[in-house]
């Protein structure tokens, strides 16, 4: 009889850990169930947790450029190698127009308004696009437009 205590004794942390699960955790620091009860548990969070898991959007900090503002900025090159910079400074205020957060147009716009001798509202563009988030590339070459600029001020 003694032996079969012991037996029972020893094998019952097993038993305890092999029926036990981890505990996992949301990003947020709430923990997830993973029974299929439809009671809360104390402490948690009544919300049902999903299955399947979200993928995260494929957005940047940056916002993406439309078709569209793509579209405007090849017209405005094409417009730019005709002569026409006027043209070119309407089709890049079109497309801030139709996307406001994208910094890529601030930058060309502004280049457009420095070689056409307007050094303040260049510089101000230029620094616009970096306020908007942009990459390492754009930003250097906005940092250069800045100091163009501001030697002619």
């Known amino acids: 009889m003694k032996i079969i205590k012991r037996v029972c004794l020893l094998s019952l942390p097993w038993l305890l ?24 548990v104390v402490g948690e969070q009544s919300k049902p947790v999903p299955k399947v898991k979200p993928k995260p959007a494929p957005v940047d900090d940056t916002a993406q450029a439309p078709a569209a503002v793509l579209s405007l900025m090849k017209r405005a090159e094409k417009q730019l190698s ?11 205020e079109r497309a801030i127009r139709i996307a406001p957060r994208y910094p890529e147009t601030y930058y060309r716009l502004g280049e457009r308004y420095f070689y056409q001798g307007n050094y303040k509202q260049a510089r101000s563009l230029a620094e ?8 390492w590339l754009l ?9 163009r600029a501001s030697a002619y001020q």
Do not use: F, H, M, W
């Open 128 to 135: 616009k696009s970096i306020t908007l988030g942009a990459d």
């Open 82 to 92: 005709n002569g026409d910079n006027n043209g070119a400074i309407a089709s890049l």
């Open 17 to 40: 850990t092999a029926c036990g699960t981890i505990p996992t955790y949301n990003a947020n620091g709430t923990r997830v169930q993973e029974t299929n009860n439809t009671a809360p």
């Open 139 to 147: 930003r250097r070459q906005a940092e250069s437009l800045i100091e």
